[in-house]
């Protein structure tokens, strides 16, 4: 009996021991980065939820392989920069295995064929390269059919203009600003069957394939499980049921989707990604304006200090975060740091830098104005009747000094709110990036972009509002 016993209770002890590693090594999570309006391949459904046939093939190569994953819509190019600086463990967004890439990146083997394509409008008689001279071309920045376009600009004498997103890119040409663009040709077509009213009147050139990428030289396991699990789903019929679901097939065509497109419509179907965008908004400019107003105020108070050093430091301070701009700055501290250091730096912390230390020049820079502007006889007085700088500082000078800086102080949380918009590019799921990823799916970039306005410029009125109430407050 005590023998039995015995080995029962080494039977728990080894399970404790060793189940739950085994557990948790079945669990592993890995970090994947992808575009956020490239479509079919990777977008946002009506729910808001994030699909596609790269978003499919992922999760279940994921399910097959035993392993998790986050999928990250951060944009092409920041999935790729984040994922040189060690913040992702793997892209999947439609990627073309170039020779330049593979130089940078480990690829899978190939999960899907494709071609660059030239779109132009609806009623162009442009049908060949050649009626391109002279003339402009959209282009998707960081996209292989970019780098096609630029590749044969000069044969055939075109210029061209780049955009962040598919959709811009589009509607340029359908404004008639640009003649042309260059897309992967299941993007272009999934597009066209949407409802953009543009044609291709070409055959797909640079045949080429789609392939996920991971690091040079690291996270070659999850490597060699995304190629075991996609040689299983091929086999066992998945990866054709998901092309066919978002391609559909040569008797089956995949419809548009029937929504409501009015105003008001798109305002119904989406309110939850837009009051969670706005959330977002809210929430980064008021942690950004709190941490910058208190760095804001160290540094000012260093600018006016009577030391040299101190002096001299706020003013480098101010000087540097004031002359970056916020997007270099945004993408120096995102993925530029961490390739340095090795060491992850999440999304919204690195927004919430970005920030503190932009607008923060800014606050340090009228908070040191500010005291400046109150008459130096005041401090001259107060020491004269015996109190200490940093007494006659905090009773005399700062209550005359605040209320020269709080409408100013009220005008930066209105700039820092609309600042935010620029940490789309590092993949924070703000207003702005809201509007991108549900253009992205309905291709209605005008009415889309006017609701995202509207927004803005309600709470910014609100803000002012505010604004001159104080100022009211402070006169009388």
Same mark, same amino acid.
């Given at each position: 009996?005590?023998?039995?016993?015995l080995i029962? %209770?080494?039977?728990?002890v080894?399970?404790?021991?060793?189940?739950?590693?085994?557990?948790?090594?079945? #669990?592993?999570?890995?970090?994947?980065?992808?575009?956020?309006?490239?479509?079919?391949f990777?977008?946002?459904?009506?729910?808001?939820?994030y699909?596609? /046939?790269?978003?499919?093939?992922?999760?279940?190569?994921?399910?097959e392989?035993?392993?998790?994953?986050? /999928?990250?819509?951060?944009?092409?190019?920041?999935?790729? #920069?984040?994922?040189?600086?060690?913040?992702?463990?793997?892209?999947?967004?439609?990627?073309?295995?170039?020779?330049?890439?593979?130089?940078?990146?480990?690829?899978s083997?190939?999960y899907?064929?494709?071609?660059?394509?030239?779109?132009?409008?609806?009623?162009?008689?442009?049908?060949?390269?050649?009626?391109?001279?002279?003339k402009k071309? @959209?282009?998707?920045? $960081?996209? @292989?059919?970019a780098?096609?376009?630029?590749? /044969?600009?000069? *044969?055939?004498?075109f210029?061209?203009?780049?955009? =962040? =997103?598919?959709?811009n890119?589009?509607? =340029?040409?359908?404004?008639?600003?640009?003649?042309? &663009?260059?897309?992967?040709?299941?993007?272009m077509?999934y597009?066209?069957?949407?409802?953009?009213?543009?044609k291709?009147?070409?055959?797909?050139?640079?045949?080429?394939t !789609?392939?996920?990428?991971?690091?040079? $030289?690291?996270?070659?396991?999850l490597?060699?499980?995304?190629?075991?699990?996609?040689?299983?789903?091929?086999?066992?019929?998945?990866y054709?049921?998901? *092309?066919?679901?978002?391609?559909?097939?040569k008797?089956?065509?995949?419809?548009?989707?029937?929504?409501?497109?009015?105003?008001? $419509?798109?305002i119904? #179907?989406?309110?939850?990604?837009l009051?969670?965008?706005l959330?977002?908004?809210?929430?980064?400019?008021?942690?950004?304006?709190?941490?910058?107003?208190?760095?804001?105020?160290?540094?000012?108070? %260093?600018?006016v200090?009577?030391?040299?050093? &101190?002096?001299?430091?706020s003013?480098?301070?101010?000087?540097?975060?004031?002359?970056?701009?916020l997007?270099?700055?945004?993408?120096f501290?995102?993925?530029?740091?961490?390739?340095?250091?090795?060491?992850?730096i999440?999304a919204?912390?690195a927004?919430?830098?970005?920030?503190?230390?932009?607008?923060? @020049? !800014?606050?340090?820079?009228?908070?040191?104005?500010?005291?400046?502007?109150?008459?130096?006889?005041q401090?001259?007085?107060?020491?004269?009747?015996?109190l200490?700088?940093g007494?006659?500082?905090?009773?005399?000078? %700062?209550?005359?000094?605040?209320?020269?800086?709080i409408?100013?102080?009220?005008? #930066?949380?209105?700039?820092?709110?609309? =600042?935010?918009?620029?940490?789309?590019v /590092?993949?924070?799921?703000?207003?702005?990036q809201?509007?991108?990823?549900?253009?992205?799916?309905?291709?209605?970039?005008?009415?889309?972009?006017?609701?995202?306005?509207?927004?803005?410029?309600?709470?910014?009125?609100?803000?002012?509002?505010?604004?001159?109430?104080?100022?009211?407050?402070?006169?009388?």
């Amino acid at each position: 009996m005590k023998k039995k016993i015995l080995i029962f %209770l080494s039977l728990i002890v080894f399970w404790f021991a060793f189940g739950p590693i085994k557990s948790a090594q079945a #669990q592993k999570v890995y970090q994947i980065g992808t575009d956020v309006t490239y479509p079919p391949f990777e977008f946002a459904n009506k729910n808001n939820k994030y699909v596609g /046939i790269d978003i499919d093939i992922m999760k279940a190569i994921a399910k097959e392989e035993g392993f998790k994953v986050q /999928i990250k819509p951060v944009g092409f190019n920041a999935a790729v #920069q984040s994922m040189e600086a060690g913040q992702l463990d793997g892209v999947i967004a439609g990627m073309m295995m170039t020779p330049e890439r593979k130089a940078k990146f480990d690829f899978s083997q190939p999960y899907f064929d494709t071609g660059i394509i030239m779109a132009v409008g609806k009623n162009s008689k442009i049908k060949n390269f050649e009626q391109l001279r002279g003339k402009k071309v @959209a282009l998707k920045t $960081g996209t @292989a059919a970019a780098l096609y376009a630029n590749s /044969i600009k000069k *044969k055939y004498g075109f210029k061209t203009v780049t955009f =962040d =997103d598919s959709n811009n890119m589009y509607q =340029d040409v359908v404004t008639k600003n640009s003649v042309a &663009c260059f897309e992967d040709k299941p993007v272009m077509q999934y597009a066209i069957n949407q409802g953009t009213p543009l044609k291709i009147p070409v055959k797909p050139a640079n045949k080429s394939t !789609y392939g996920f990428a991971v690091r040079k $030289g690291h996270n070659q396991e999850l490597l060699a499980k995304f190629d075991a699990g996609l040689k299983k789903i091929k086999a066992n019929g998945t990866y054709d049921k998901i *092309k066919n679901k978002y391609l559909g097939t040569k008797h089956h065509k995949v419809k548009p989707a029937t929504e409501d497109r009015s105003f008001w $419509g798109l305002i119904k #179907q989406n309110q939850d990604a837009l009051l969670g965008g706005l959330g977002e908004t809210v929430w980064l400019t008021v942690a950004a304006i709190f941490f910058a107003t208190i760095f804001g105020i160290i540094v000012g108070l %260093l600018g006016v200090v009577p030391n040299k050093f &101190c002096n001299g430091l706020s003013t480098t301070i101010i000087y540097i975060f004031r002359g970056l701009p916020l997007l270099v700055l945004a993408l120096f501290i995102y993925t530029g740091i961490p390739s340095l250091t090795g060491q992850k730096i999440p999304a919204f912390l690195a927004g919430i830098i970005t920030l503190t230390l932009n607008e923060g @020049a !800014y606050i340090a820079a009228f908070v040191k104005g500010g005291i400046e502007a109150v008459d130096s006889g005041q401090m001259e007085a107060a020491r004269s009747l015996g109190l200490p700088f940093g007494k006659a500082m905090r009773r005399v000078i %700062l209550p005359q000094g605040i209320k020269i800086m709080i409408p100013s102080f009220i005008n #930066q949380f209105i700039i820092t709110l609309k =600042d935010t918009s620029i940490l789309s590019v /590092i993949g924070i799921l703000e207003l702005t990036q809201t509007g991108k990823i549900i253009i992205a799916r309905n291709l209605e970039g005008f009415k889309v972009w006017a609701i995202i306005a509207l927004i803005y410029l309600i709470i910014i009125t609100l803000l002012t509002w505010l604004s001159n109430w104080v100022k009211r407050r402070i006169q009388i």
